[in-house]
């Protein structure tokens, strides 16, 4: 019996060593490359087509488990938006464009998740949607700019443009999804969209000009190529 405690301790080491060493516990880093829109007070539509801009980012993402991983990224980009692509807002011939900058962390859900190895140490292809909600900060300094008649300028604005006192520190929550596809040991592409509701209404430069009461949104679509970092020896 004594001689059998230290192996059986032995044995039981070992099979948690090797537990250990198939959990998805892992590291990647990738980069994105998209476009953005924009909704508010200077919009046509939810998402305009013909106010498409391009985004970029870059992202780290930890996998605590098949099914869930906590994400960090830094993506930018530009926004704008223009009252001539709008029947009834193209009489007040307000437009804007700017820069965002947006530094965020979010939680996502896998649903599909799998082992990335399997017993034997060979790859498994899978594919897997995803959904994730987080929280951030994005940067972004607006210019706004009246281009109608100079006599009707005092008919339209109920203030004059650039507007004072509106924000350029916006905090912000991104909820989306996408959909992963891990084909390879160490790469993995996919196709990632967001909206990002800012709780302000100043985003486009304009607010009481606007509807001050209804908030600004962007949005971020685009493709990912991401690189697995770290893993299980196998």
Known sequence: MKQFLPALL????????????HQPHY??????LGVTSYSGDITAKRIDLQELRPGYGAFVRYHVSKHFAFKG?????????????????APRSIKFGTSIFEVATSLEWHMF????FTGTGLHNFFI???AFAGVGVTFADANAEYYGPPERR????????PEEGLKSTFLLAPVGGGLRLDFYERFIVGLEGGFRPVFSDDIDGVS???NPKSNDWYYFFGATISYVLTGPDY
Request: no cysteine; aromatic share 10%; charged share 25%.
């Open 128 to 130: 897997t949607p995803y």
């Open 10 to 21: 032995l044995l039981s080491a070992l099979n948690a060593s090797a537990q250990w060493r």
């Open 154 to 161: 005092d008919d339209l604005l109920v203030v004059p443009i």
């Open 113 to 116: 998740g799998r082992d990335r």
């Open 208 to 210: 009481k000009n606007g």
């Open 73 to 89: 990224h830094v993506y930018g980009g530009t926004i704008s938006g223009d009252d001539k692509y709008s029947p009834v807002k």
């Open 27 to 32: 590291w990647e880093a990738g980069v994105m």
